[in-house]
C-alpha cells in the first residue's frame, strides 16, 4: 500500500515538475502570424495593429507574411493614404524582431523585380504555404486585420 501512495503521489506531482523544468518563455511565449493580402489599407491598419500588439505584449514572436496585393507595403516608396511611407514603419518594426516574408509566387506573377522590395522582406516560395506551415507546425496563431 505504501509504494501506490508514492506512486499516486509523483504521478501527481509529474506534470508540475515538467512545467518547473522548461523555460519560462517556452510555457508563455506566444506566436502569431499577420495575413496580409489585401493591398496598402490593409497594411496601415496592420502595422498599428502590430504596434499595440508589441505594446502589450513585447514577447510575442510576429511573423507577417504578404501575398497577393499584400506584398505592396513592402515595396520601396510604398505609402498609406496619408503619405506615410512604409519603409520606416518595416524598418521599425524589424528591429523589435517582426519578421516580414514576401510570397515568391505573387512576385513572379506581378511581374516585381526583388530589387524593388525592402530590405527588411524575406521572400519565401509560397504565402499560402508558409500560413499553413506556421499555424499547423509551428503552432502560430492567424490574425488577418
Given at each position: 500500500m505504501k509504494r501506490r501512495t508514492v506512486l499516486k503521489t509523483f504521478a501527481g506531482l509529474a506534470p508540475a515538475i515538467l512545467l518547473a523544468a522548461m523555460p519560462a518563455h517556452a510555457a508563455e511565449e506566444v506566436r502569431v502570424v499577420y495575413h496580409l493580402a489585401d493591398g496598402l489599407d490593409q497594411a496601415a491598419r496592420a502595422m498599428g495593429n502590430i504596434r499595440n500588439h508589441l505594446r502589450a505584449e513585447p514577447d510575442t514572436r510576429i511573423v507577417v507574411v504578404a501575398n497577393g496585393d499584400g506584398i505592396r507595403f513592402l515595396l520601396a516608396d510604398a505609402k498609406e493614404r496619408s503619405g506615410k511611407l512604409f519603409d520606416a514603419q518595416v524598418k521599425a518594426l524589424a528591429e523589435r524582431g517582426v519578421e516580414f516574408r514576401v510570397c515568391g509566387n505573387t512576385l513572379t506573377a506581378h511581374n516585381v523585380p526583388v530589387s524593388q522590395l525592402?530590405?527588411?522582406?524575406?521572400?519565401?516560395t509560397a504565402g499560402v504555404v508558409e500560413l499553413a506551415r506556421l499555424q499547423a507546425k509551428e503552432g502560430y496563431v492567424y490574425i488577418r486585420p
Open positions: 525592402l530590405p527588411q522582406a524575406k521572400i519565401i
